[in-house]
């Protein structure tokens, strides 16, 4: 990802300095006009902006609290490091202590849409050093944004969108399982996918108007209802003899619903469930 975030700011006539524990793996950013920095300290002493892509936390302090203070005082720092809330405010804790301008970062495009103009990149802390840096910070990703003073808001929302993102691909992935199987191919299934996937915006924005209103009416659906529906999901993995987790959490969720004497109320009640779990 480093690597992908150097050859955007490269393409885009950024002048880029770059720095990696192995230099070997900065060469393709210097033959792309990068100059290499001998040393972290090097890397940072006087830069604009700087972009840590780390693997976390822990490693990305690892590599900055040895670098003395003043190399920082002209510089903004993204920290691109994966990270949970809790961790990213920590992190910008520490940041504050050392008198760093800081910013918590998170990326949400894989690196060969990076550069691209409607690749989303996240930020979270103080809003004048993003306003200061937003040219070049688009240049990363067209669709940069500022989502608030909190520093743990960008990995809030990187963590719920990947939590949606990879529940998504692993549900398409049972469901073709179950339906291979019994002798479709997953091409055959495809389209059928795509058309429940299509559906789903509408099902989410009445999802969040329930969940902001606090009320889950079953005019539309009820999870009694529902209940039986996936009921019949794990059923038929058993029947074929797939791994059933994925499906018994999603009727586990209901049953302890219907259980509680909400079997009337649509699935949006699910959040309290997840709020509140037995």
């Keep these: 990802m480093g690597a992908a975030l150097a050859h955007a700011l490269l393409k885009a006539k950024v002048s880029t300095v770059v ?13 792309a006009g990068a100059r290499i920095a001998p040393t972290a300290e090097a890397a940072v002493r006087d830069a604009d902006l700087v972009l840590g892509v780390l693997r976390d936390g822990n490693v990305t302090r690892a590599v900055l609290e040895p670098i003395p203070e003043d190399a920082f005082r002209t510089s903004t720092i993204v920290n691109f490091a994966t990270s949970t809330p809790h961790a990213a405010r920590k992190e910008a804790g520490w940041a504050a202590e050392r008198r760093m301008s800081w910013l918590s970062g998170a990326i949400m495009v894989p690196t060969p849409l990076v550069g691209q103009p409607d690749s989303l990149f996240l930020y979270s802390g103080e809003r004048a050093p993003f306003d200061i ?93 529902e209940l039986a529906a996936l009921g019949h999901i794990v059923d038929t993995s058993d029947d074929i003899g797939l791994d059933g987790r994925f499906p018994r959490v999603m009727r586990d969720l209901a049953a302890a619903a219907v259980d509680s004497g909400h079997g009337g109320h649509g699935w949006s009640r699910i959040i309290e469930q997840l709020r509140k779990p037995a």
């Design 133 to 225: 840096h937003a040219d070049v910070l688009k240049v990363l990703g067209g669709d940069a944004r500022h989502v608030g003073t909190d520093h743990g808001l960008a990995s809030l929302l990187d963590t719920g969108m990947l939590e949606l993102f990879f529940a998504g691909m692993t549900g398409f992935l049972h469901a073709t399982a179950m339906v291979t199987a019994q002798g479709l191919k997953a091409t055959d299934f495809l389209p059928f996918a795509e058309t429940m996937v299509d559906i789903l915006p509408a099902s989410l924005a009445g999802l969040a108007r329930d969940v902001d209103a606090g009320t889950y009416p079953g005019t539309e659906d009820n999870l009694a209802m």
């Design 19 to 31: 720095w990696n524990r192995t230099r070997q793996r900065a060469e393709a950013q210097a033959a």
